[in-house]
């Protein structure tokens, strides 16, 4: 059966600090991965898709970037993180087919104070 | 492009009552609807999802209705347990695409003892 990874849980960093939060899915070929935002309280904001390695479109922009070295990695990043940064963060995988059901990670409770 | 809303934002019962949270969408062309369930602190997780060829489907005590003709689409959960209780988010997806899923704000259920 398919899993995905995501790490860490939790994540404190100080304003003007890097970020690097890692993906990977087990299970599955060539799936389609994703990185959500959600704010306290709030939705749930699409922030990058690939469709394959190398392949990244951003919905929003921002100061983070997305990249996919291998398959079935998926890694979110920062240069230097803002306040507005704060968040969870939640990788995401689904496969191409009919109604293309979309499954999350754990997430990651970023706090940038 | 898509629009979801979702009503009510917060919603309390009575356990063993029953639950109703209704979702509305903007495009027509929107073909594939699922439901997340997201406890606190935790990953959203698909509970029920539809497609715009069939008008309700049930899973135990959850049930998904749609009213394509009104662009309108509904959860219900029956005989309510304090584990229901969770944040319920609706989506829409033209083309039954992930890349193409548009969240409503969520509800908050909270079912009291």
């Known amino acids: 059966s398919q899993t995905i990874h995501q790490w860490p849980a939790t994540l404190v960093q100080p304003v003007g600090s890097p970020l690097s939060l890692e993906c990977t899915v087990e299970?599955?070929?060539?799936?389609?991965l994703y990185w959500y935002r959600q704010a306290a309280g709030r939705g749930l904001q699409l922030l990058f898709y690939?469709?394959?390695?190398?392949?990244i479109s951003s919905e929003v922009p921002q100061n983070l970037s997305a990249s996919r070295p291998q398959d079935r990695q998926f890694i979110l990043s920062s240069k230097k993180l803002l306040l507005s940064d704060s968040g969870f963060y939640l990788c995401?995988?689904?496969?191409?087919?009919?109604?293309?059901?979309?499954?999350f990670g754990s997430g990651t409770q970023l706090s940038v104070l | 492009g898509e629009n979801v809303e979702q009503h009510p934002s917060t919603l309390s019962v009575q356990e063993g009552d029953s639950a109703v949270i209704k979702c509305t969408y903007s495009?027509?062309?929107?073909?594939?609807f699922p439901w997340y369930k997201q406890e606190l602190g935790k990953r959203p997780q698909l509970i029920i999802d539809?497609?715009?060829?069939?008008g309700e489907k049930k899973d135990q005590r959850i049930a998904v209705t749609l009213n394509k003709t009104a662009k309108h689409f509904s959860l219900h959960i029956t005989e309510t347990q304090p584990e229901d209780s969770a944040v319920y988010f609706c989506?829409?997806?033209?083309?039954?695409?992930?890349?193409?899923?548009?969240f409503g704000s969520g509800t908050q259920l909270t079912v009291l003892p």
């Open positions: 995401a995988w689904s496969v191409w087919g009919i109604d293309e059901k979309l499954f």
């Open positions: 989506a829409a997806s033209i083309g039954g695409s992930a890349r193409q899923l548009t």
């Open positions: 495009d027509s062309a929107s073909n594939y």
């Open positions: 299970g599955t070929s060539n799936p389609n």
């Open positions: 690939s469709v394959g390695i190398g392949q």
């Open positions: 539809i497609r715009s060829n069939v």
